[in-house]
């Protein structure tokens, strides 16, 4: 009742019950133990992907975007000096999309962050633990993301920049040795 009396419903300001909400929802949801100092204020979805752009990539870089795609996407990606690849998603006949993998395989082959496990033949469970035992990095499988994501393994990188690298060096530490 006290935050409905003044009046002003935007969005919270960054306070440390909004941040330990976010590592709460971390603990129940996936189990993860998330340090305060990995959650980052972002006033809205928007701002967050151009912080994302600008850590993870370089002005000239291609960013995949699955199409139809929200429309600040095709202001933000250019306006940040990147270049769009889209990847038309399928429409269905009951209204669903489906990712088209042949053409999302190709764009991939021309952008800079990604990884491609499938020479190591690996089955998805065998990949996500051997990734956490060997390179201490935890993987979801795509498969838990909708049927898009099958064949694929997804990686949290909502954290700083230095602890990224430190897990990307890792896992690369850890498939040299194989």
Known sequence: MKRAQHGIYGYPVNVKTFEQSIINWQKKRFGWDVDLNW????????????????????????????????HPFHAIIPNSGRHILGNKLILQENGSYDIDFANLEELLSQKRTSLNCQELNMAPEDLQKFFLEQAK?????????????????????????SRLVEALDRMEAAINKL
């Open 137 to 161: 990095v935890a993987m979801n499988e795509g498969s838990a993301f909708g049927p898009g994501g099958v064949g694929f393994m997804r990686m949290n990188i909502a954290c700083p920049r």
């Open 39 to 70: 959650v980052e204020y972002t006033p809205a979805v928007i701002p967050a992907i151009i912080y994302a752009m600008q850590a993870f990539t370089q002005p000239g870089d291609n960013i995949v975007v699955q199409m139809p795609a929200y």
